[in-house]
T-cell receptor, first 112, second 114 residues
Framework: GENVEQHPSTLSVQEGDSAVIKCTYSDSASNYFPWYKQELGKRPQLIIDIRSNVGEKKDQRIAVTLNKTAKHFSLHITETQPEDSAVYFC???????????FGTGTLLAVQP | DTEVTQTPKHLVMGMTNKKSLKCEQHMGHRAMYWYKQKAKKPPELMFVYSYEKLSINESVPSRFSPECPNSSLLNLHLHALQPEDSALYLC?????????????FGSGTQLSVL
């Protein structure tokens, strides 16, 4: 079945710096890759997603890139702010299982 | 309405109790999901309902019993739970279970089993 690896597990940056989180998936038939932000005790919130027919997508300070050949996708946050501090999960959907499989999560801390 | 509503928000129960978690959406979605999330871990899929029929059961213990009374409602019946079942239970929905579209999450039920 699908397996999604996510790195790093923790990331600390200074306010204003950029943050990059990387994920690798195993099922080449996966076709949808969302990113979720989750604050403590709250629901996962979709922040950006990308489909397999697109290589890059940007929404203000957030961008996602997808390399289908390498089965890698990454989240880029520019000009980080303290309110960006949260756990971020990547996920992959599709392929043989038609399930949304989550990565292990990255705890991002933005230091003011 | 783009909300998935879950009740209750918090639940404390003993190991001999029977309780139910409820989930409701009015987006016309035909796929509904139950996830379990332990602290600092990713959500783990438990069940998927597609067109009101159970399509995926991730080998969940029988003390968890899902029910989909209609296309807008999803329940999770709990009986004889163990303390290790304490977690955040998340309901989610999407247009269809096979579509590469957004999964909408409810705010969850924080369950504590004593």
């Amino acid at each position: 079945g699908e397996n999604v690896e996510q790195h790093p597990s923790t990331l600390s940056v200074q306010e204003g710096d950029s943050a990059v989180i990387k994920c690798t998936y195993s099922d080449s038939a996966s076709n949808y890759f969302p990113w979720y932000k989750q604050e403590l005790g709250k629901r996962p919130q979709l922040i950006i997603d990308i489909r397999s027919n697109v290589g890059e997508k940007k929404d203000q300070r957030i961008a996602v890139t997808l390399n289908k050949t390498a089965k890698h996708f990454s989240l880029h946050i520019t000009e980080t702010q303290p309110e960006d501090s949260a756990v971020y999960f990547c996920a992959a959907f599709g392929g043989a299982t038609n399930k949304l499989i989550f990565g292990t999560g990255t705890l991002l801390a933005v230091q003011p | 309405d783009t909300e998935v509503t879950q009740t209750p928000k918090h639940l404390v129960m003993g190991m001999t109790n029977k309780k139910s978690l409820k989930c409701e959406q009015h987006m016309g979605h035909r796929a509904m999901y139950w996830y379990k999330q332990k602290a600092k871990k990713p959500p783990e899929l438990m069940f998927v309902y597609s067109y009101e029929k159970l399509s995926i059961n991730e080998s969940v213990p029988s003390r968890f019993s899902p029910e989909c009374p209609n296309s807008s409602l999803l329940n999770l019946h709990l009986h004889a739970l163990q303390p290790e079942d304490s977690a955040l239970y998340l309901c989610a929905s999407k247009d269809r279970d096979t579509s590469n579209e957004k999964l909408f999450f409810g705010s969850g039920t924080q369950l504590s089993v004593l």
